[in-house]
């Protein structure tokens, strides 16, 4: 591999801070869970990149990302079902207006 | 696997197993009839706990990626037995109405993220760890977003979803970073490269951070308040127990351990992080009203005393945390059983309803007074000797004005604290909340709260095993 | 005080110089393309993803990012990971995302632009931390791993199935638990039932 | 089991009977069998004392028993009394006791402020048997936090205000105190293995540099509760809100406790510190001093006259302890005793008589004498000692705080004590206006004619009071001197030191 290491560390480290700025920005819940989606996938990057560039001995990257990825669905799935829950409480999935909490 | 590593894994294996009859009871259980599962759970719990107290060696399995110490053990123990507390708080409420027809998967839900506990204290790599602490997370949004006939409550299960799935992307990219600064995932060869390299600082403090979220550290604890007021009080119990117990033990365990070379970065950080958490933790909470944001906000600063222990990272720190962990889950459990039997009997949940509550529930207004005094660090509840303790292990380090400023703090709160009981003793009330009796489980769970605080305090030789456990850096 | 930024600043200059050295950016090679493609879909895919303003192109964009995540892994010949992305991310988590959009959002919704001032937090939050973790990146001279053959399938099964060090059953079977525990609370979520009639007192304020 | 312990044991054990009984009746009786059995207790315990120092034993403490509790930070139950002590114990069984008699009648909630207060009794008598740091601060917020209670249940006017005002500087004070055990536990020991033990601590020596700053935090810390002087505005209101039992408990025993940790903590076991330092509180409690006197001319309100007047005499006692030599601190451990006593006795009288008039403005009563002839005499006694009759127990206090003072011969401590000495004249000016108003002249208003005077448990409370004062005034050379030999070795260490 002729790309050095710290490309892919960059590419990942730029579409980790893209998520964290899409999750700050957005205030639709659908949006913000794709936004944590980019965060999960650019640390799999990662992951694999170290695995693959420095330490190919073990696969204790591939297997983190791999496990990572499971997570996430299993995290998707229920954050939907709560989701659509509100959706149907009040027909509307902004979390502003779900946010009706006095201080 | 040899018998004697079945012994060392039993509370996982114990609970796999609870959860699954669970599971099965519900499967097979004569169609039309509902039963509550609240005994079968109880039993089970009591079982774990109770398996959980015979003395077994320590060692690690699966080539290190399970280990298990007599301090983990003890530490499991006093979770389950939160746990098992918190559904005997619980039990009026699965036999009502409103959680007819998916009463299991409340058991299921809770039990599964109390597995997610064990294997995260037990883990001896970061994989471990990153799964039992989702296992412990996910779970909880479900289970917070159980009462699905209020709005809150499904808005708090998203709330924690929401805030927990990002606090786990950014806990994940310092593991990654960590995995690419040392080149292991394991907790003893992490510890040997870690040697402070700025790559290895930046790791720390995202993986630090991402923690930070589920024991609501400021600032990072802007979930907290709307998630304990959503979600149903045994849910919000468990949260502010033996959830957030568990990541603090985790936390401690790791920063000795596998960050024990970098303290010199992450004293300063705890300390500023401890006393911003106090001080935002007591503010918050001198305005509140509604009972449970009102714990909210105090269990935040309470995070900060323990903070106050972490700090130290002498032994004595390390025994006070803990010991302080099990004293904060008698007291904040003794807190939200009353809160949660009257929430049960009239569904009451202001503070302006506690108002002569001494006066037609003498007993319920005693046991929230013993705890909130143990929250506060008033003698001879426990909280009193944990809080002592915790100052104490700073004190050794020459922190004093993290002590100053912790004792101060506890001033504070003290002052909120009492408005809890000036509402029940002094103020009057024309409608006060009528006299009822607990049903008989409900009443367990709150005795042995008060049992807990009585005892924990004067009975020394609790803390004694904590310090014979315990280790410094 | 400017001594330290001075130093820092030369230390950035010839880390930087090192990277593009090592690059060799004047000898375009087939990997070097493709890589440079993927990077740009990722970037202008994550970027729209967070700024479209149509929720189901943020959908696409989506999955744009997450097909060239893809491609990613096959050029750093991890097949089997990049097989694991297209069908459980691109396949699965987003076609859920899909459902829930379709669901919940009329097709032709538009989101009200975020205020400016949130705009900015996020730029000067997201901004910092990137500038910082890139510094620290670029700072960082890791160690140069010999580079192995990819693992074949033999490895990675005997490995999620090993019992010793770098063995992953246990992981494997606590993921499954969590996977039941989640499918549950899924259930126990979304599934709908009645509301019972109201013999509890209202718990609502 | 330790005898000692025995006084931890029986306000227990009385409290857990209080809460088994029956009905109120029987509450009383319990509160009135315990707290008569402390009494008798601790009279035991007096003979015992004398008894053992005329055998001959010599040792600074007597009774000690040890037990380890908490051994990772050495903290053990040990208990352990000498003179001061055993005198500060014997003066809170007598007020305990006046005080359960005074508010015999209590309602409603009788059972629960019965056991409050012997739950802050409890407290106190923990706090003066135990020779252990850390077991002395339990005690210590022990015997505040019932105050809370006490005062926002059963108290009068802004009674809420007063009671949180009161707890949270009581609990600030303690704050400072638990920093400064902390600090005294590890900066002792120098590497030989640090204690909380007292006796064992006043043996090692804190380095200076520790001193300098432990010595402010501890002093403050307990001179909260002795009302010194920035740090006493809780006390008038506190007092003004309490009910009279509470007021006699807390002005006649806990702020002594203030006092006695000052001494038995602060200059004790930081001499050094103490001698640095003590300027700067000398100028402190001066102020207390003449502050609380001039405070108490102004007022019109009994209780805040009273509540000014501890203040002031409380001042005195810190302002004699840092005096530092024999004569001074013996008279500030009498003048604990006598001001306990006596201003136990006034709050009570006080409390009797607003029970009856239902006012505590002075101007509005008067000629009490003649209706209630049995009360009056009595506040007449209390006033007297507390401007230092001879013959009662205030005179034989102060002369020898006085004398004490006098023996620094340097301006600064001149000028401090004249000063200080001017605060009896302005005693006398304030004490014999309130007698003169409030029981001489013509009955101003005409139903106080009906008023029916002492019943037998007033009596029973004042008389125990009125009988502890003369014979302190009359006797005193017993109590001086068995104080006297418990501070001459602690005086003549401080001084060897320096």
């Known amino acids: 591999m002729d790309v050095p290491v710290h490309f892919f560390l960059m590419l990942s480290a730029a579409m980790f801070f893209i998520g964290v700025f899409g999750f700050i920005i957005r205030r639709n819940m659908i949006t913000l869970l794709m936004a944590v989606e980019l965060m999960l996938n650019a640390v799999n990057i990662n992951f694999v990149v170290f695995n693959r560039f420095l330490y190919p001995d073990y696969f204790e990257g591939f297997f983190f990302a791999l496990f990572a990825i499971a997570i996430a669905a299993a995290e998707t799935s229920v954050a939907i079902a709560i989701i659509i829950n509100v959706y149907r409480k009040i027909r509307s999935i902004e979390a502003d207006d779900v946010a009706e909490m006095k201080h | 696997m040899q018998i004697e590593d079945f012994l060392l894994m039993r509370h996982e294996i114990l609970l796999t197993l609870g959860i699954l009859i669970i599971l099965m009871a519900d499967l097979f259980r004569p169609h039309g009839r509902e039963s509550s599962f609240s005994g079968l759970a109880i039993g089970l719990m009591a079982v774990i706990t109770l398996a959980g107290l015979l003395p077994v060696p320590q060692g690690s399995l699966f080539g290190g990626m399970y280990v298990s110490t007599p301090l983990f053990t003890l530490v499991k123990n006093v979770l389950t037995m939160g746990t098992l507390i918190v559904f005997l708080q619980a039990h009026s409420w699965m036999t009502g109405p409103l959680t007819l027809r998916r009463r299991s998967e409340f058991y299921i839900l809770l039990m599964s993220t109390l597995l997610g506990m064990y294997f995260m204290i037990s883990s001896g790599n970061f994989l471990m760890l990153y799964i039992g602490l989702e296992l412990a997370s996910i779970p909880v949004a479900a289970a917070a977003a159980y009462d699905k006939f209020r709005m809150d409550s499904a808005e708090s299960g998203m709330k924690y979803i929401l805030s927990s799935a990002v606090s786990s992307a950014i806990l994940l990219y310092g593991i990654s970073l960590i995995y690419g600064a040392t080149g292991s995932l394991y907790f003893e060869r992490v510890a040997a490269f870690y040697t402070g390299t700025p790559v290895q600082m930046l790791a720390f403090v995202l993986f630090f951070s991402g923690l930070a979220f589920k024991i609501s550290l400021v600032p990072f604890h802007l979930w907290t308040a709307d998630v304990y007021q959503g979600a149903p009080t045994g849910v919000t119990s468990y949260l502010s127990v033996v959830s957030k117990g568990a990541s603090t033990f985790v936390l401690l365990v790791l920063l000795y351990t596998v960050f024990s070379k970098i303290a010199l970065l992450w004293q300063p950080m705890l300390f500023v992080v401890a006393v911003v958490t106090m001080v935002v933790g007591n503010l918050f909470a001198l305005r509140q009203q509604h009972m449970r944001r009102f714990i909210a906000f105090s269990s935040i600063s309470q995070a900060g005393y323990i903070l106050v222990g972490l700090a130290a990272g002498n032994q004595l720190g390390m025994s006070s945390v803990v010991y302080y962990i099990l004293v904060y889950v008698c007291s904040n459990l003794g807190v939200f059983g009353v809160i949660s039997a009257i929430e049960h009997a009239t569904g009451k949940l202001r503070m302006d309803d506690y108002n002569g509550l001494y006066h037609t529930n003498p007993r319920l207004a005693l046991l929230m007074t013993l705890s909130l005094f143990s929250l506060a660090g008033i003698p001879p509840v426990a909280g009193f000797f944990g809080k002592f303790f915790l100052f104490a292990a700073a004190a050794q380090q020459g922190m004093y004005v993290l002590v100053i400023l912790a004792t101060l703090n506890t001033i504070i709160s003290l002052y909120y604290y009492l408005l809890v009981v000036k509402a029940m003793f002094i103020n009057s009330n024309n409608t006060p909340v009528p006299f009822f009796r607990t049903c008989c489980v409900t009443r367990t769970g709150l005795v042995l709260c008060a049992l807990g605080l009585v005892v924990l305090g004067f009975a020394a030789v609790v803390y004694q095993q904590m310090f014979d456990m315990s280790f410094g850096l | ?205 | 089991m330790n005898v000692l312990s025995l006084f931890v044991l029986v306000p227990v054990l009385t409290i857990v009977a209080m809460v088994l009984v029956r009905n109120a009746a029987q509450v009383r009786v319990t509160a009135a069998v315990g707290s008569v059995l402390q009494f008798i207790l601790s009279v035991g315990l007096v003979l015992f004392y004398l008894a053992e120092r005329r055998a001959g034993n010599m040792d600074e403490m007597i009774l000690v028993h040890d037990t380890v509790w908490y051994a990772p930070l050495n903290i053990h139950y040990t208990v352990g009394v000498d003179g001061v002590s055993v005198a500060m114990i014997l003066l809170t069984a007598i007020v305990v006791m006046a005080g359960v008699f005074a508010s015999w009648k209590l309602e409603p909630l009788t059972r629960e402020f019965f056991v409050s207060l012997i739950l802050l009794a409890t407290g106190v008598f923990g706090f003066f048997i135990s020779i252990d740091l850390f077991t002395m601060f339990l005690f210590y917020e022990l015997a505040v936090i019932p105050m809370y209670l006490l005062i926002g249940i059963w108290g009068s006017g802004p009674k809420e205000y007063s009671a949180m005002k009161l707890t949270l500087m009581l609990m600030g004070g303690s704050a400072l105190l638990l920093v400064g055990i902390l600090a005294i536990y590890f900066s002792s020991g120098n590497g030989l293995g640090q204690s909380m033990n007292i006796l064992e601590l006043s043996k090692m020596h804190i380095p200076l540099e520790a001193q300098r700053w432990i010595f402010p935090l501890t002093f403050l810390g307990f001179g909260v509760l002795g009302a010194l002087f920035p740090f006493h505005t809780w006390s008038p209101d506190g007092h003004a809100s309490a009910p009279t039992a509470v007021s006699m408990l807390h002005a006649g025993v806990l702020m002594k406790l203030g006092g006695y940790g000052c001494f038995r903590v602060a200059i004790f076991l930081m001499p050094e510190g103490a001698h640095e330092l003590a300027w700067i509180f000398l100028i402190l409690t001066g102020v207390s001093v003449v502050y609380g006197a001039f405070g108490a001319i102004v007022q019109k309100d009994l209780k805040y006259i009273n509540a000014y007047s501890s203040v002031s005499h409380c001042g005195l006692v810190l302002f004699a302890l840092l005096m530092l030599n024999q004569t001074a601190m013996n008279g500030a451990i009498l003048q604990m005793i006598s001001h306990g006593l006596m201003t136990a006795l006034f709050f009570a009288l006080i409390g009797m008589i607003y029970g009856r008039t239902h006012t505590r403005n002075i101007y509005e009563m008067g000629g009490l004498m003649k209706v209630i002839p049995f009360l009056s005499v009595c506040y007449v006694i209390a006033g007297l000692a507390s401007l230092g009759l001879p013959g009662l127990s205030g005179f034989v206090a102060e002369m020898t705080i006085f004398f004490g003072a006098f023996q620094h011969a340097d301006t600064f401590h001149r000028v401090l004590t004249i000063a200080a000495c001017c605060s009896i004249v302005i005693t006398a000016v304030y004490i014999l206006r309130v007698v003169g108003t409030l029981l001489y002249g013509s009955v101003r208003n005409p139903h106080f004619a009906e008023f029916k005077d002492a019943s037998w448990f007033e009596r029973s409370s004042t008389l125990i009071l009125i009988t502890a004062i003369a014979g302190i005034g009359l006797f005193p050379l017993w109590l001086s001197s068995m104080i006297g030999d418990s501070l001459a070795p602690v005086v003549s260490r401080l001084i060897s030191l320096l």
Not at chain 3, 127 to 152: E, H, Q, R, Y
Not at chain 3, 160 to 184: R, W
């Open chain 3, 1 to 205: 005080m400017m001594e330290t930024i001075q130093s820092f600043m030369t230390a950035m200059m010839n880390s930087v110089s090192e990277i593009f050295a090592s690059a060799d950016l004047t000898r375009p090679t087939w990997s070097k393309w493709i890589f440079m493609a993927l990077a740009g879909v990722i970037l202008l895919g994550s970027v729209l993803t967070v700024t479209s303003r149509r929720i189901l192109r943020a959908a696409t964009f989506l999955f744009f990012t997450l097909l060239a995540t893809a491609g990613l892994y096959l050029l750093l010949e991890y097949e089997f990971l990049a097989a694991v992305q297209l069908t459980v991310y691109a396949g699965g988590i987003l076609v859920v995302i899909v459902f829930s959009i379709l669901l919940t959002s009329h097709i032709s919704y538009r989101f009200d632009p975020p205020p400016v001032w949130r705009v900015l937090g996020g730029l000067v939050a997201a901004g910092s931390g990137l500038l910082l973790t890139i510094c620290v990146l670029v700072l960082t001279v890791f160690p140069k791993g010999v580079a192995a053959p990819a693992p074949d399938m033999q490895q990675v099964g005997n490995a999620l199935l090993g019992q010793d060090v770098h063995g992953y059953v246990l992981p494997f079977e606590v993921i499954s638990i969590l996977l039941l525990a989640c499918m549950i609370g899924a259930i126990v979520v979304a599934r709908k039932s009645r509301e019972p009639e109201a013999s509890q007192p209202d718990k609502t304020e």
